[in-house]
């Protein structure tokens, strides 16, 4: 079904569904469980089903958009699609490609989904299962290289970055169902499964046949920490005299936290003494690390 999008200043009841405004990458709509007149301005739309907000003295509850389709006796076939998203920076170009499978439902030709243009390739797409053992998946995609044009694709990226082979290039995977493509009677560029993010990792194999990448999720790609900032135990990690900092005090010391005359000798040094001076001895410290991290062993 095509949901309508949710209005501002509109008397909503209890069981009436919309939907965002714009497209929402989380596949969501939601459902009023509190009667109600809704807001001037629409809420923060939650990411989660189940999750609730308050819209004026409305409630609405976050559903997927496909799930009771697919609960139907004879659900609609569902259709995945990629997009392939350069880097001008590291790839030379920020082109998108469009493109999926058409292994579902006959899918003889090109798709067009949200007024996009999705090609039909030679491609298998594996291995986007989650699991409960702890570690994060990571798919492969295999794409057809008969006609040499992804090796192509690979000689520019590695023109601008030696080596590279796309790493680092922005894969989305988008599913929703048949019934819900452009040009169908029940068209809804809103009702899909939530989109899911990925990189690439790296090139896992080349040919003259196929080309494999290996999928990483953002969290799992070498090089990246979470959280990003370093667990260090003595030495702040705030710009001396920024937001994080807060200091704008004018009194003056140096690195060794000696006593200084002039705002151009003034230097932090960066230890919890040196915080402890400017703030005060018992105050509550804006000190850029984790003193407890030392504690342990």
């Not at 006959?106 to 243009?117: D, E, L, P, Y």
């Not at 000689?155 to 452009?182: E, W």
């Not at 402890?276 to 504690?295: C, D, H, M, Q, V």
Request: proline share 4%.
């Amino acid at each position: 079904m095509a949901y309508s999008a949710w209005v501002a200043a509109t008397a909503y009841a209890v069981g009436d569904v919309v939907r965002a405004t714009s497209v929402q990458a989380s596949g969501l709509v939601f459902r009023c469980t509190v009667a109600g007149i809704s807001a001037g301005t629409q809420p923060n739309w939650p990411t989660d089903i189940g999750s609730t907000v308050t819209d004026n003295t409305v409630t609405w509850h976050a559903i997927s958009s496909v799930y009771e389709e697919l609960a139907a006796l004879a659900p609609n076939a569902i259709i995945e699609l990629f997009q392939l998203e350069l880097i001008a920076a590291i790839h030379g170009t920020s082109d998108i490609y469009y493109f999926h499978a058409g292994t579902n439902a006959n899918v003889t030709g090109n798709i067009v989904w949200n007024a996009n243009q999705y090609i039909r390739l030679p491609i298998q797409a594996e291995g986007f299962d989650y699991s409960s053992g702890g570690s994060l998946p990571r798919p492969t995609l295999s794409v057809a290289n008969l006609g040499g044009e992804i090796s192509a694709l690979l000689l520019q990226a590695n023109a601008t970055t030696p080596g590279n082979d796309l790493g680092g290039a922005k894969v989305t995977r988008i599913r929703t169902l048949k019934k819900f493509l452009d040009g169908e009677a029940t068209a809804d560029v809103h009702a899909k499964f939530p989109d899911e993010i990925w990189y690439v990792d790296r090139k896992s194999a080349e040919t003259r046949d196929v080309v494999q990448w290996e999928l990483a999720s953002k969290f799992d790609m070498a090089g990246m920490m979470l959280p990003k900032r370093q667990i260090i135990a003595n030495i702040c990690q705030w710009e001396y005299r920024s937001t994080e900092c807060g200091y704008t005090g004018s009194n003056y010391w140096n690195e060794r936290n000696e006593v200084v005359g002039t705002l151009a000798q003034d230097k932090c040094g960066k230890r919890l003494s040196s915080c402890k001076l400017r703030f005060g001895e018992t105050a509550e410290l804006p000190f850029g690390s984790f003193p407890g991290a030392g504690l342990t062993q």
